[in-house]
Protein backbone atom coordinates (compact mmCIF):
# COMPACT_ATOMS: atom_id res chain seq x y z
CA UNK A 1 0.00 0.00 0.00
CA UNK A 2 2.71 2.20 0.57
CA UNK A 3 4.26 2.09 -2.59
CA UNK A 4 0.92 2.75 -4.14
CA UNK A 5 0.66 5.80 -2.48
CA UNK A 6 3.91 6.56 -3.94
CA UNK A 7 3.29 5.83 -7.32
CA UNK A 8 -0.56 7.71 -6.86
CA UNK A 9 2.06 10.85 -6.02
CA UNK A 10 4.88 10.33 -8.87
CA UNK A 11 1.91 10.23 -11.45
CA UNK A 12 0.54 13.38 -10.50
CA UNK A 13 3.44 14.73 -10.44
CA UNK A 14 4.14 13.55 -14.05
CA UNK A 15 0.46 14.38 -14.98
CA UNK A 16 1.51 18.36 -13.70
CA UNK A 17 4.68 18.78 -15.29
CA UNK A 18 3.51 17.28 -18.70
CA UNK A 19 0.33 20.16 -18.39
CA UNK A 20 3.46 22.75 -18.04
CA UNK A 21 5.04 21.74 -20.71
CA UNK A 22 1.72 21.46 -23.02
CA UNK A 23 1.08 25.08 -21.79
CA UNK A 24 4.79 26.08 -22.66
CA UNK A 25 4.19 24.62 -26.01
CA UNK A 26 1.38 26.44 -26.70
CA UNK A 27 3.44 29.99 -25.34
CA UNK A 28 5.90 28.74 -28.19
CA UNK A 29 2.97 29.01 -30.72
CA UNK A 30 1.67 32.17 -29.26
CA UNK A 31 5.65 33.55 -29.42
CA UNK A 32 5.14 34.03 -25.88
CA UNK A 33 7.72 31.99 -24.97
CA UNK A 34 10.67 33.02 -22.72
CA UNK A 35 8.70 36.45 -21.75
CA UNK A 36 6.97 36.71 -18.19
CA UNK A 37 3.32 36.47 -17.63
CA UNK A 38 3.50 39.02 -15.12
CA UNK A 39 5.91 41.75 -15.88
CA UNK A 40 6.31 40.79 -19.67
CA UNK A 41 10.33 40.89 -19.35
CA UNK A 42 12.38 38.44 -20.78
CA UNK A 43 13.22 34.90 -18.64
CA UNK A 44 17.27 34.52 -17.87
CA UNK A 45 18.08 31.50 -20.16
CA UNK A 46 19.57 29.88 -16.96
CA UNK A 47 15.93 29.60 -15.48
CA UNK A 48 14.74 28.23 -18.65
CA UNK A 49 17.43 25.41 -18.90
CA UNK A 50 16.40 24.66 -14.92
CA UNK A 51 13.02 25.18 -16.09
CA UNK A 52 11.71 25.13 -19.30
CA UNK A 53 8.22 25.80 -18.75
CA UNK A 54 8.71 28.95 -16.85
CA UNK A 55 5.91 31.23 -16.87
CA UNK A 56 7.75 33.81 -14.78
CA UNK A 57 10.30 35.54 -14.37
CA UNK A 58 12.77 34.63 -11.27
CA UNK A 59 12.14 38.15 -9.89
CA UNK A 60 7.82 37.70 -10.40
CA UNK A 61 8.67 34.25 -9.04
CA UNK A 62 10.35 35.46 -6.19
CA UNK A 63 6.98 37.81 -5.14
CA UNK A 64 4.63 35.22 -6.16
CA UNK A 65 6.09 33.11 -3.21
CA UNK A 66 5.85 35.87 -0.77
CA UNK A 67 2.79 36.41 -1.53
CA UNK A 68 1.42 32.96 -0.24
CA UNK A 69 3.13 33.43 2.59
Known amino acids: RENDD ?5 GG ?9 NIALE ?3 RDEYGICAAC ?3 I ?4 LK ?9 NC ?3 EIDDID
Do not use: T
Not at 6 to 10: M, P
Open 50 to 58: AIPYAERCI
Open 40 to 42: KKP
Open 13 to 21: IARSELEKI
Open 44 to 47: SEER
Open 61 to 63: ADK
Open 27 to 29: RIE
Open 6 to 10: VLEAL
